[in-house]
């Protein structure tokens, strides 16, 4: 543990958010960095300076504790960022989200539902509800590019789950590519 608060203290220290340490058998220790959120400034992605900064500091740092580690590697979290406190939800509350649950949602719960009662993986937009969170999707298939729907058919209903945080074996965003031209007329990037 005294090597986790090392690593988020030097991390912090430098002006950003620890998302995530990996250590592998094989001697890799990887480190995911971020921007800390404020919700009135523009996101910020982090960038190869930034990943740089932070790697020679921990290198300084890592030698001087005596850590033991054969390679250091440090990023950015990804189009498909875990999701793991309470303020990583809120900054990513209406987005498109992956989430496990630890237990399926049982039989209870699915009742007049047409949720299977083993299911434990959903991919669906994160909202804030009452009692915590809650993923919000529909069973219908994306339209492929070019695809014509027709205006007469009936959209598939919507279905929620609500959840807490200490329901989730894992969260992350969903890793939603939009490639130019590839965007269906009408449809904004949020859509997608």
């Known amino acids: 543990m ?12 430098l ?13 890799l220790l990887r480190v995911t960095i971020d921007h ?7 996101e910020q992605f982090i960038n190869a300076e930034d990943c740089e900064k932070v790697t020679r500091q921990l290198q300084f740092v890592l030698e001087v504790e ?11 979290p990804g189009i498909d ?16 989200v992956d989430i496990t649950l630890k237990a399926p949602i049982g039989v209870a719960a699915s009742a007049g539902s047409v949720v299977s009662a083993n299911r434990k993986k959903f991919r669906g937009t994160l909202e ?18 070019g695809q014509k729907i027709s205006k007469k058919r009936v959209p598939a209903p919507l279905q929620a789950l609500g959840f807490t945080l200490d329901e989730i074996a894992q969260a992350r965003l969903a890793p939603v590519v939009d490639f ?3 965007r269906p007329k009408g449809a904004s990037a949020t859509e997608i």
């Open 36 to 42: 800390p959120y404020t919700a009135d400034t523009e």
């Open 15 to 27: 002006g950003y958010d620890l998302v995530d340490i990996e250590r592998t058998s094989g001697g």
């Open 81 to 96: 960022r875990p999701l793991r406190t309470e303020k990583d939800f809120e900054r990513f509350a209406g987005e498109m």
């Open 66 to 76: 005596g850590a033991a580690y054969s390679r250091l590697e440090v990023s950015s």
């Open 180 to 182: 130019k031209g590839r």
């Open 128 to 145: 804030r509800a009452a009692s915590g969170w809650q993923i919000v999707w529909s069973e219908e298939p994306a339209a492929k590019p």
């Open 2 to 13: 005294a090597l986790h608060d090392t690593i988020e203290q030097t991390v912090t220290g």
